[in-house]
């Protein structure tokens, strides 16, 4: 039986269809209230984007023989899998032996298909590859994706965002934000477009958040999350078994990686936030000002002034910022993974009369908050 999940954001829409119920599911899921994902009949999908994800073992491996039969082929990297894309006419046609997927994108009609062995490891390369439509679509449109947490005031759409680079808080600052009552839009990319005369509207980019052990405790998260893996409750798959048994035990001392540069994480599906914290998401909203949070554990949490910071390219999901997914299947038509130059000069130039604030916080959580709700009240 095939089944089918339409996703769509903003002016964009994409239909997932699997020969496995799983795969349509975990997009459901996966993008939920923030892509507006529902279930539809298969057989009424006539027109859009198509993405067809089937599990079928003999046409992965029919695939996989056609990019090695002796055509040109380039080794890339995407989602941290090693993968050979091939050309078949107008086709692009890859395999990922790692996750025994194989694809065949179609950019002239705007299909894309993947088979494959496992269906767990098809339904997160079908809900990437969902993903990736649904911003080729956008950043045709004149979007742009900005590297920044997002919240949402509920009464009136008032988005803050918040830049820095890794470590520097913009997770904290939208997770202390989102847990006194703000609306969780995004913690680590959102996408942005200029609208009106000095408007820059705001929409979520669906992805797993990654929670420190720590900041998951000292939000008062702790027992909801143990709890839900002692029941056999699980998280995003991509989370490190270290976290998980922590979890299990109830220790909730940060886990470190690569010399303590690196911090193991939970990995937390979108739904989780509101069935276990109680937190609510956001699907969109205007941007109302700029936040530049900085984590210092030993110092009082405090608004630290006025930031002055225009926007560059390492605030844009482009080339030149960690982007784990190139756009090998030419789903953008050429546009920039971070957006037209055009239109992310517009942003920039909105955002830059936007208010900009620097706050500095730390581990103590009310004391934090507090801090934020200054910010927040001259909004």
Request: hydrophobic share 45%; with cysteine; charged share 20%.
């Amino acid at each position: 039986m095939i089944t089918a999940t339409r996703l769509e954001a903003a002016a964009a829409a994409v239909t997932v269809m699997s020969n496995r119920s799983e795969v349509t599911d975990w997009a459901a899921r996966y993008f939920g209230q923030w892509w507006n994902a529902s279930s539809i009949e298969a057989a009424t999908v006539c027109a859009g984007a198509v993405l067809v994800a089937d599990v079928d073992p003999e046409a992965y491996a029919a695939l996989t023989l056609l990019v090695h039969d002796g055509r040109h082929t380039e080794e890339v990297e995407y989602a941290r899998h090693r993968m050979l894309v091939a050309r078949d006419g107008e086709d692009i046609i890859a395999t990922s032996p790692d996750e025994a997927i194989a694809y065949r994108s179609s950019p002239v009609s705007g299909r894309l298909a993947l088979t494959g062995v496992g269906v767990m490891e098809l339904s997160l390369a079908a809900a990437r590859l969902a993903r990736e439509v649904i911003r080729g679509q956008l950043l045709r449109d004149g979007w742009a994706v900005l590297h920044s947490s997002a919240v949402v005031r509920p009464e009136d759409g008032a988005t803050l965002l918040a830049f820095g680079g890794k470590g520097a808080g913009k997770t904290t600052t939208a997770l202390l934000f989102a847990s006194s009552g703000w609306r969780l839009l995004a913690n680590d990319r959102v996408l942005v477009r200029p609208t009106g005369m000095r408007g820059v509207e705001v929409v979520p980019w669906p992805s797993a958040a990654a929670v420190g052990l720590g900041l998951l405790d000292s939000l008062g998260w702790s027992a909801a999350a143990s709890g839900h893996v002692k029941v056999g409750g699980a998280f995003h798959p991509t989370q490190h078994d270290a976290v998980t048994a922590a979890l299990l035990a109830g220790d909730f001392t940060p886990l470190w990686e690569d010399e303590k540069r690196r911090e193991k994480k939970v990995q937390v599906f979108p739904d989780q936030f509101a069935s276990l914290f109680g937190v609510e998401l956001a699907t969109g909203g205007r941007a109302a000002a700029l936040l530049f949070p900085r984590v210092d554990a030993e110092s009082s949490p405090d608004v630290v002034g006025g930031a002055v910071h225009t926007l560059g390219d390492d605030d844009f999901m482009s080339g030149a910022t960690e982007d784990r997914y190139p756009d090998i299947f030419e789903l953008a038509g050429g546009v920039d993974g971070g957006g037209r130059r055009s239109a992310r000069d517009e942003v920039s130039a909105r955002l830059a009369v936007l208010p900009h604030q620097t706050i500095r916080l730390s581990h103590d959580v009310p004391a934090s908050v507090a801090a934020l709700r200054k910010v927040a009240e001259a909004i």
